[in-house]
């Protein structure tokens, strides 16, 4: 039976432990409900566009007319008869058409409002990523540091036979030990908690993506061709706005409704039936035009002050990180060329020295944690180098997967 058990737990254990391709991962993140969501309503504004945007359908009326309150007959009165009327609105502008245009605009702007919300998420992914892999890295430095206090502990054991050691060195080390242990319990429950995002992004059963699936290349260099479409969304807000700008000031032309009808009468005076044709339009008394003015004037400025005001923040934002990176990166290249070989060194001769003696316990656990706080410093420093390119190139418009 405890065979089954392990034979079972090792058939699904590579299925546990596979999850799903950074690809893979990309193509859930594009169904997400948050980007279909903006899709649909990009759908329902283009419809809205062909109903608000036409003149509307033609009107038909029958009317019964003019017949004796006294008898309801008609072949008493000549003006008694069956109406049947056919009108239309028509418009003397093309309002209808800029009408149409500006929503269709709209359309299109939620249409890359749905694109960058696909970007916005996939960065997301990203994020959570680099995050899965700091923490990984931080909990392997700790466990090369538990064990290098292992071998550390069983020096001071023997130091402290021989008496060259207190007892209260192997009680600090052994502190020290149980310290690093709580730091890889905290970071353990950090990591479960990515889990969290990538559920909200991926689903339930897909919190774990294939490590050597991801193109790590994508955050080195520049993909070339850039689509920033928060950007081309406001472009068309803007353009939206100018239409609807337009449509109000051709509104000052009023529409005007034809109407021709035809009354199907008894011929009581000898004269058929008649015909009749109408035209009538609204007077602009109101203030109602001049509001309207007024309000898609204010829309198409603030469209544009909304756009400058982004260009000016893309532009700011872009400057800062590409700053920051070349200062990370900087930083790192110092860490990797003589911090870490300082401090590795350092922790080196004082373990020599403290086994024959000549050192104390304090001063080998301040170089021992003097090397842990400079790798973990550095993975730190990785992975927020990692965050401000991801960061820069989901600003920038770059494509952030392959």
Known sequence: MKSRVIFFFLLILPQVAMGVTFKQAVEIVKNHTAVKSLQASSKEIKKVAGVNGSWGDPEFKMAAKNYPKSSLRDDQTPMTGIEFE?????????????????????????????KDKENFLIKNLWEMIIRKKKIAEEITILKE???WIGKILKVSKRLYANGKTSQQAILDMQIRKSEIEGNISNKKFEFDQTNDVFEYLLGKDNREIEKSTIPWGILEGNSGNKFDFKELGLKEVIGSAEYGLAASKLNYIPDVTLSVSYTKRKNVDGYGDFVSAAI?????????????????TQKKYQAIRHF??????????????????????????????????????????????YGHGNST??????????????LLKRVHLAAVLMLRKIGLKYISGEKLYE
């Open 145 to 147: 540091n538990i064990a």
């Open 280 to 296: 009538s339009f609204p007077l602009p008394f109101s203030g109602k035009k001049y509001s309207k003015h007024d309000a898609a």
């Open 308 to 353: 400058e005001h982004y260009k000016n923040k893309k532009a700011r934002d872009e400057g800062i990180l590409n700053s920051e990176i070349t200062k990370i990166a900087t930083e790192i290249k110092i860490i990797d060329s003589k911090t870490i070989k300082f401090a590795r060194n350092s922790r080196t001769i004082t373990s020599k020295s």
């Open 86 to 114: 056919l009108s239309q609105k028509i418009s003397l502008t093309t309002k209808y058409k800029s009408i149409r245009n500006s929503i269709e605009a709209m359309a299109k702007a939620k249409k890359y409002a749905s």
């Open 361 to 374: 316990y304090v001063e080998l656990l301040q170089s021992e944690l003097k090397l842990q706080n400079i």
